[in-house]
């Protein structure tokens, strides 16, 4: 089992920056693909940016890329999501994911997570 815990959310004006954290418990963390989704009011839930179990690979949806980066530190069993250049539409609830199989690689599913933390709110202002 692994329970996450999200962590940076907050208000900041539009082209500013937010850091997110998602700190992990549970043995299998580094063997695992690690996501970060988010779901604004009304809309389903997205995927944002996924890293391999060994942060050898990352991948970012269209709208992010440039702007979004995630990392992982296995040591400190943490993922990180850096947000810069923020819009107004990036506002949403982020929530960190994390595979169900160990060494799998990174996913841009919703289903194919099965670890997620309750969510941390990130609004951005015009």
């Known amino acids: 089992q692994v329970q996450l815990v999200e962590s940076g959310g907050g208000l900041v004006q539009a082209g500013g920056s937010l850091r997110l954290s998602c700190a992990a418990s549970?043995?299998?963390?580094?063997?695992?693909?690690m996501g970060w989704f988010r779901q604004a009011p009304g809309k389903e839930r997205e995927f944002v940016t996924a890293?391999?179990?060994?942060?050898?690979?990352?991948y970012y949806a269209d709208s992010v890329k440039g702007r979004f980066t995630i990392s992982r530190d296995n040591a400190k069993n943490t993922v990180y999501l850096q947000m810069n250049n923020l819009k107004p539409e990036d506002t949403a609830v982020y929530y960190c994911a994390g595979s169900g199989s160990i060494f799998r690689a990174p996913a841009v599913s919703v289903s194919a997570y099965r670890y997620w933390g309750q969510g941390t709110q990130g609004t951005v202002s015009s």
């Open positions: 890293i391999s179990w060994s942060g050898g690979s990352t």
């Open positions: 549970g043995r299998t963390f580094s063997s695992i693909a």
